[in-house]
């Protein structure tokens, strides 16, 4: 048994690329940019709508919470009864739109059906729209932007700087993608693309999925479906990197959408589910709060 471990144990060679080091170093950056809006009369603010009592939301926004007070921002939760009417509902939203004290605005997702029929992504005002997902902020990717400083949305913008933070170019790279989705899917492949990347944005009725993924240098999963990756999706050759978008539940465990043990066996490197993508999305979501405290103050 003892030596079936240790093969076991020089098999999985794969580096894990967890957030952890990542979220340390760029914290502190962020507690210097919100002490430096401090001094200047401005304390950033971050306020949070919620419908319901959502056990995954509740769960999510406590991370957002924890991180904001981290580097000295203020955070407000506004939790709303699940029946509030869409004219209430507007209402509180632009309250918020409209308070100066407030200087990012979250729609936390999902909210119950009957508010669903709102255009939820444009309500919150572009300047204030941290998550990203204003059409006037998206844009700008399909214009071409590879600033990252925008208020892009936060897990393509995650995703980015994970990759970078490791020393894993993007340019010149053939990047797949698996999933399509508006907020992750997509905006990444717009991302990845401006950074000079060879994206190719597959999908659940993709044929041969795994030609593209065998032949990719960075595989990023974001299709939804446990362990949906294993290894026979990879080329050991490629040496491929795989960033895990994956959050899903299984057996009552949290899992990303790659086999991690099976892959580690084939590939150069993979993201962590927990402790990859998912923190550097809230880290990206407390960027996107600075930033638009900034160009506020400025405004």
Request: with cysteine.
């Given at each position: 048994m003892a030596w079936g471990i240790y093969i076991n144990c020089i098999i999985m060679t794969a580096r894990?690329?967890?957030?952890?080091?990542?979220?340390?170093?760029?914290?502190?950056e962020l507690k210097k940019r919100c002490e430096s809006l401090k001094?200047?009369?401005?304390?950033?603010?971050?306020?949070?709508?919620?419908?319901?009592?959502?056990?995954?939301?509740?769960?999510?926004?406590?991370?957002?919470?924890?991180?904001?007070?981290?580097?000295?921002?203020?955070?407000?939760?506004?939790?709303?009864?699940?029946?509030?009417?869409?004219?209430?509902?507007?209402?509180?939203?632009?309250?918020l739109n409209n308070d100066p004290g407030t200087h990012g605005i979250i729609i936390q997702l999902p909210v119950t059906d009957h508010l669903a029929v709102l255009d939820l992504p444009q309500l919150v005002i572009p300047s204030k729209d941290i998550d990203g997902f204003h059409g006037e902020n998206t844009r700008k990717l399909?214009?071409?932007?590879?600033?990252m400083k925008l208020l892009l949305p936060c897990t393509p913008k995650g995703v980015v700087n994970l990759l970078?933070?490791?020393?894993?170019?993007?340019?010149?790279?053939?990047?797949?993608?698996?999933?399509?989705?508006?907020?992750?899917?997509?905006?990444?492949?717009?991302?990845?693309?401006?950074?000079?990347?060879?994206?190719?944005?597959?999908?659940?009725?993709?044929?041969?999925?795994?030609?593209?993924?065998?032949?990719?240098?960075?595989?990023?999963?974001?299709?939804?479906?446990?362990?949906?990756?294993?290894?026979?999706?990879?080329?050991?050759?490629?040496?491929t990197v795989v960033i895990d978008v994956g959050m899903n539940s299984q057996n009552g465990k949290l899992v990303g959408d790659v086999h991690t043990q099976d892959v580690s066996e084939v590939v150069s490197a993979v993201s962590p589910v927990p402790g990859g993508v998912g923190p550097m999305t809230v880290l990206s979501l407390i960027e996107n709060l600075i930033t638009a405290a900034e160009k506020q103050i400025k405004g």
């Open positions: 894990i690329l967890s957030a952890k080091p990542c979220v340390e170093e760029v914290k502190l001094a200047r009369g401005c304390h950033p603010a971050m306020s949070v709508v919620l419908v319901g009592d959502n056990p995954a939301s509740l769960s999510y926004i406590r991370n957002k919470k924890k991180l904001c007070e981290e580097i000295g921002a203020k955070f407000t939760l506004h939790q709303l009864l699940p029946g509030i009417s869409p004219d209430d509902f507007l209402k509180v939203v632009q309250g399909f214009e071409g932007s590879t600033d970078k933070y490791y020393g894993y170019p993007v340019e010149g790279k053939n990047i797949v993608i698996v999933g399509r989705s508006l907020i992750v899917g997509k905006p990444l492949s717009l991302l990845l693309t401006n950074l000079n990347a060879t994206v190719t944005l597959t999908h659940s009725k993709t044929k041969d999925l795994k030609h593209f993924t065998r032949n990719a240098d960075i595989v990023v999963a974001a299709i939804g479906k446990a362990h949906f990756l294993d290894k026979t999706f990879f080329d050991s050759a490629k040496k």
